[in-house]
């Protein structure tokens, strides 16, 4: 109202202005006994007569309806000040000209800044807008009388046939007009049953504000009439809000709305829909599980509150390890996560994997079944995805008491020399170039060499066409099965390879088959030409032959293993180098500390040795930190083989639980500044929680220390690894300084994957420090 009460500055009463040209109309069925009464404003007729009406209606959409209606007094039923029934109704409609000033209709052409000037047939206060409803609606009126006098009978708004005005919130043209036309008549119309009898009250209060109008002295005229319009204005508004809900206006809303289901078939999409109809199809059938689990009243562990569908899915990124570790420490150490379909146990101390790991270790010796399993072209012979079983307990006695065990990671030792100097020499060129380097590439490229050395005495950098080969492959397997866990979380959509990298991972499998047969056959051909046993494959292929074992090692099985060997050796021990590297550089200190107590040792005059690693106990203490703060694989998944119980709570057969050693390795109740790079912490004397003087610390035997997982499934390659990883950082930080490219501190955001590495690449500058003659054979 503010506005138009603004406007207000004389008294002046409207009745009084207007009665000379107020007409009486009766409508409704009683028409003649004088049951409803409107009065109608006629038009001045000098100014009827000219080239248009003052009232403007060649401007509106009314345009061509002139004639005898103008306002009722009170203001029948519409809105005032442009916010009437049209206007609301039709946006950009044509009633309403470009140039036209809203609200103004009712300004008379003639006058410039009307508002009650000169040649204005209303009062320079009276509301601009509502003249047009108003007068629509007493047409409607004026119509109906007419039908009924003529016919006797109604069936519908004549209004409807020649105004044509548009509703939004329903579909047939002019229907409001229709229902405005019902809740005037005081009573329902014959034959209109769609108009209830109860919105008939409006004509009443009209005439109430009428008569009350003329009787009270108590305010202005026009702060009356305002005060009517306000009236008028919430009881019609109220009566459309209500018309809007009516079933006939519903359904007409509907029937112009296209369907969802319509919009995904027609759109670009549709390829989506069986995908998602599957998801539904499975969400629904996983509530309905769990509900019957709760039911049952099987007790769960904490878990946060779950979508439908798609579960917690809503609350993992990527780097799920930091997702669970963050979640746990709302809803504890042991919680259960959804996954669309796919339910886990997420354990998050040592003392609750040490229940995995060791009090149940045989019940915890299987993996889940992984989206790829499909299109795994190997799944019933790869060591690291087997169940447990006779055949999984051959291979892993092949692994600790022939290719990974002690003495023959002992023999690879000149392997293991020889390609640290070649990465050593890789870096000695740039320093002497003064270029800076990605040492994450250059760390790969050799862990690379040194597994396919040890696997079949071949180098990548030497034998382009095999070793490079599986080396893509296994990158590619690596990279697609983050896509294979979309899959993998609902677990029946992972037939469908919705995204393809079912597909991708067969190809690539395919690729390493074919490979893995030349070489087996180069290797039997040499074999027959009398070679000695040279390599990891030499090894295998005599066990191939062993007729005497009730488990035969097929072709099938060896490109497994090599294959496990490849996946599990190379990415984690060279993303340890990296994170091992970057740590040092960002603890400048620790650095320092690293390289006095290799100069104490060794010296500069000669290259460190395996033999001195033992005397190194800084550098010890330096891969471990490293390895509590980025555990090459920071999850480790386990299948539940029999019915048991964990941290209280009962797991069923077949159970997925998922050990998050990330979040164990940095337990706060288990480490001291749990986040921090303290490599100090395993140089404590005294035997621990961590138990630094503990030979097995390493071995999975300190639970809240497990960087190579625990139990019978524990890594098997964690000796080499080790191996590997102590005497190449001694290598790399006894012969060079290191800067970091363009920044004080290198940037150690963890990247999504299996292997965790670093987001960002590690470029560094290596500064020679010692006589390059040092670096040689
Ligand atoms: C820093 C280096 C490494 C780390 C951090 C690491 C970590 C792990 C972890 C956490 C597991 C799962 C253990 C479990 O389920 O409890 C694992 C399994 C495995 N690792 Fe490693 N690993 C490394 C290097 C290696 C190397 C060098 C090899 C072999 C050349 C290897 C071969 C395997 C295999 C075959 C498995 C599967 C074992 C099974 O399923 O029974 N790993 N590794």
Not at 86 to 99: A, D, E, L, T
Not at 282 to 298: D, E, H, Q, R
Not at 405 to 417: E, G, K, M, P, V
Request: proline share 6%; glycine share 8%; net charge positive.
């Amino acid at each position: 109202m503010p506005e138009a009460r603004d406007r207000l500055s004389r008294a002046e009463h409207p009745i009084a202005t207007y009665r000379p040209r107020l007409r009486s109309i009766t409508l409704g069925e009683n028409a003649g006994r004088g049951d409803t009464v409107f009065f109608v404003l006629e038009d001045e007729p000098e100014l009827a007569r000219g080239s248009g009406t003052p009232f403007r209606w060649r401007d509106t959409m009314m345009t061509g309806i002139h004639g005898t209606v103008g306002v009722a007094a009170a203001s029948a039923g519409a809105t005032r000040r442009g916010r009437g029934v049209h206007r609301r109704g039709i946006p950009g409609s044509p009633g309403i000209r470009q140039g036209q000033n809203v609200g103004q209709e009712n300004i008379s052409p003639t006058v410039g800044r009307g508002r009650g000037g000169r040649g204005s047939v209303l009062p320079y206060w009276y509301p601009r807008t509502p003249l047009r409803d108003i007068t629509s609606v007493v047409r409607a009126i004026e119509r109906r009388s007419r039908l009924r006098e003529g016919e006797g009978l109604q069936t519908g708004s004549p209004i409807l046939q020649d105004q044509q005005v548009h509703y939004p919130f329903l579909s047939t043209p002019g229907a409001p007009l229709e229902h405005i036309t019902c809740m005037i008549s005081p009573k329902p119309t014959i034959g209109t049953s769609r108009c209830s009898a109860s919105i008939g009250k409006v004509p009443k209060l009209l005439l109430d504000i009428t008569n009350k109008d003329e009787d009270s002295g108590c305010s202005t005229p026009q702060k009356m009439l305002l005060n009517s319009i306000d009236t008028v204005e919430k009881v019609v508004m109220e009566e459309l809000r209500k018309l809007k809900r009516t079933p006939s206006a519903r359904k007409a809303e509907r029937e112009k709305k296209p369907t969802a289901m319509a919009i995904i078939i027609d759109s670009q999409f549709q390829y989506l829909f069986f995908p998602i109809c599957i998801i539904l199809v499975v969400g629904i059938l996983s509530f309905i599980k769990k509900s019957a689990n709760s039911k049952k009243n099987i007790p769960l562990p904490p878990s946060p509150a779950a979508l439908p569908v798609i579960g917690h899915l809503h609350l993992l990124s990527s780097t799920l390890h930091i997702s669970f570790k963050n979640l746990s420490s709302k809803y504890g150490p042991f919680m259960l996560i959804r996954a669309g379909a796919t339910a886990s146990y997420v354990v998050s101390n040592g003392a609750i994997a040490k229940e995995v790991f060791k009090t149940h270790d045989i019940k915890f010796a299987a993996r889940p079944e992984f989206g790829s399993s499909d299109y795994q072209i190997y799944k019933d012979t790869l060591f690291s995805t087997l169940d447990y079983g006779k055949y999984w307990i051959f291979l892993k006695k092949i692994c600790m008491m022939e290719i990974l065990s002690t003495q023959q990671i002992n023999r690879f030792a000149d392997t293991r020399r020889e390609e640290m100097i070649d990465l050593l020499r890789i870096f000695v060129k740039k320093a002497e170039e003064g270029e800076g380097c990605d040492a994450g590439v250059e760390f790969m490229a050799m862990t690379n060499n040194l597994i396919s050395r040890m696997t079949m005495s071949t180098r990548c950098s030497t034998n382009v066409d095999e070793t490079s080969e599986i080396r893509e492959v296994a990158k590619g397997i690596t990279r697609i099965s983050g896509l294979l866990s979309l899959g993998e979380a609902f677990t029946l959509l992972k037939r469908y390879d919705v995204f393809g990298a079912g597909r991708k991972v067969k190809a690539l499998l395919l690729r390493f088959n074919a490979l893995m047969d030349r070489i087996i056959s180069k290797h039997e051909m040499e074999i027959r030409g009398g070679k000695r046993e040279k390599d990891m494959m030499d090894i295998l292929l005599r066990i191939s032959e062993d007729k005497t074992s009730d488990v035969k090692l097929t072709k099938a099985g060896i490109k497994g293993l090599f294959l496990d060997l490849f996946l599990g050796g190379t990415d984690t021990t060279s993303v340890a180098l990296q994170w091992a590297l970057a740590e040092l550089l960002n603890h400048p200190e620790a650095l320092k500390k690293l390289q006095g107590e290799i100069d104490k040792i060794v010296g500069l005059n000669r290259l460190v040795e395996e033999s001195d690693v033992p005397n190194l106990p800084y550098l010890h203490a330096v891969i471990k930190e490293t390895l509590r703060l980025h555990p090459s694989l920071p999850l480790v998944f386990r299948k539940c083989r029999e019915d048991c119980k964990i941290n209280g709570f009962p797991i069923a057969k077949n159970s997925r639980v998922v050990v998050n050693l990330y979040a164990i390795n940095r337990d706060p109740n288990a480490w001291e500044n749990a986040a921090e790079f303290v490599p100090e912490r395993f140089l404590i004397n005294t035997i621990n929680a961590i138990g630094h003087d503990d030979p097995e610390d390493m071995k999975g035997q300190n639970f809240s220390y497990v960087p190579f997982g625990g139990g019978r499934r524990g890594c098997p390659g964690a000796g080499l690894a080790t191996s590997v990883l102590h005497v190449t950082l001694a290598g790399v930080i006894q012969c060079f300084d290191w800067k970091i490219k363009g920044a004080d501190k290198v940037n150690m955001e963890e990247g999504a994957g299996f292997s965790a590495a670093m987001v960002h690449p590690l470029v560094c500058y290596p500064i020679l420090r010692v006589n390059p003659s040092v670096i040689a054979i």
